[in-house]
């Protein structure tokens, strides 16, 4: 059988399938610095110009929603950054890109949306679908143990490097290979 | 040498459950325990707040059901300021309900739970996903992928945004809707139902017949069930009365600001989540050949306490699950079955109340004014019937809150599904990476948030197989 079968009219895939670049800023702003994803989207569309050619958008904690449409969809784009909030045992507020294919195939990171999103799923769009995925994570401090809004200090500083970073990468019109 | 086999995903901050069994010195399975972790303080952060707040802040409890939690919180809110929304943002509402249904009861069977039936649960951990079911399947899961997008703009359209709902306000809905919106709405609603009907047909015939033996056997218990119904004992997802059924069928119907009434909440030194039962069905007990006061929600729990569905496709498809498996029905993997009746009725629901003329009307909110009094908004989510219970005081600030989840309801029987496939399928000591996954899916079938958590986006949870003797010392380390 086919895989084409379905030749999608124009606007009947949401923008994340259709433009070359997707930016999705995940996290749950209710949680300290896991709002991070969140609040890196709300900056660049503050400090910045985004493309045309880029959908940027804060999904909270609903990546979930649009990572199935993207995965299945006959239109993806060629590049999808992921922006979230992570524990890598790092100082509070360093960045790091990460690459899907290094991060070890292990069940465990399908369990969370949260927990470096779907890592095996983002592996997969990447090997299977031939979209260039990579992770933006901060280095959270100490997340709270109650719902707690806003970042903490050291996160907060990290959002002009952060933007710094996607839009040279991101806001050109050059498509990595 | 008795040993303890955890099965324990590990998450941040949104939940945490591990599966517990210990095995006899025989190496069968003597107790196997859910133990969850869920999100903690939300109630307290919520206290101090404009009680008009909570429809925008509960959503992000979690991303799996923003809706329910969005709709529950503005019927508390209606209740708190003692108001009565117009006919047409009720119905806008339940609109809502119903489109957010849609998107996923499809989103489960075909993505979470569908790779264990369509590829098999003994299938390799690196195809059983959603890739997977693209490659085996690629006709159904664009058709699946196109109806979902169109849910995504159903909403869109409705209330402006799909994920992070606000439109839902206090005393209505913020958003009249435009005849053009729903001629158009109207149209995509009617597609749903295709793939509504495509699917319960293609489960009928494709995937139900052949699990039928594990449907019999796995995860299977004994309990009453909750729901909601209106007052005719007709089924409803967003608005009506709740009903109370025992095992035997009989059953009491109650208002939603009487839950307390009815409902008392058990605790277990071993888990963080609360163990909800009818506390006038006896004490509290989960041993399975003599439970005490356990009752199920979600959909198998709704389409057993209903008298009927009032829309015809559902409402043939009920006579027809009854007619093979009884009232109540207590084969836990009908859930599975049930799902989809429900995914045919919030289609037929949606077209319903589109054709309705009174949902263009503009008149969507009426005037609220702070009071001190208490409020309690239901619905019944995906996952189970979702109760927001608040206080204010008399300048509309909330002074408590009690959530209960759909998920926290469906404890205990986890749990107890957990222990009867764990007894039935570990023997001897002997257990392999199919059965901890049949294990699993005894707790998928109750579709259960434990936030994002328990939902791998491909379907599985996370599991770590620790095996450890009688003295805590581990001797083995099973993992996918």
Known sequence: ME???????????????????????????????????????????????????????????????LLFTLCLSPVRPSRVLIIDALDLGAAPGELFVIDPADIPAVKLDDFSVH????????????????????????????LPEEVSCGLSEPVRSALPAAADLIAARYFTKHVAT | MAKTIV???VTRIEGHAKVTIQLNDAGNVDTARVNVIELRGFERFCIGRPVEDLPRITPRICGVCPWSHHLAAAKACDAVFGVEPPPAARKLRELCNSVAYMEEHILHFYFLAGADFLLGPEADYSVRNVIGILQ????VARRVVKVRHLCAKMLETLAGKPIHPQAAVPGGFSKPLAVAERDQLRAQAGEALELAKFTIAFAKENIFPKYLDVVKSLGVITTGFLGTVKKDGALNLYDGQLRLMAPDGSYEDFPYDRYTEFIAEHIEDWSYLKFPYAKKWGSFSMDPDKPGGIYRTNTLARLNVCDYIDTPLAQTELEAFR?????????????HWARLIELLYNAE???????????????????VTPRAARGVGCVEAPRGTLIHDYETDGEGMVTNVNLIVGTTHNNAPINMSVTQAAKSLIRGGKYDQGILNTVEMSIRAYDPCLSCATHGLDGKLGVKVTIVDSQGREVGVLAN
């Open chain 1, 115 to 142: 927990q470096l999103p779907t890592s095996n799923l983002l592996r997969e769009l990447q090997e299977t679908c031939g979209v260039e995925v990579r992770v933006l994570a901060c280095q959270t401090g100490p």
């Open chain 1, 3 to 65: 895989a084409s079968v379905w030749e999608p009219d124009e606007g009947e895939l949401p923008d994340f399938c259709r433009k070359p670049t997707l930016i999705l800023g995940c996290g749950n702003i209710l949680f300290g610095d896991d709002g991070f994803g969140s609040a890196v989207v709300e900056y660049l569309t503050e400090h910045r110009q985004v493309p045309d050619n880029v959908c940027l958008a804060d999904v909270g904690t609903g990546v979930r929603k």
């Open chain 2, 136 to 139: 085996a399947a690629p006709d």
């Open chain 2, 323 to 335: 007619k093979a498996f009884g009232r109540p029905a207590q084969l836990t993997l009908l859930y």
């Open chain 2, 349 to 367: 629901n949606a077209i319903r109340l589109l054709d309705d003329p009174e949902i263009t009307s503009p008149e969507t909110r009426v005037k």
């Open chain 2, 7 to 9: 099965i324990q995903p």
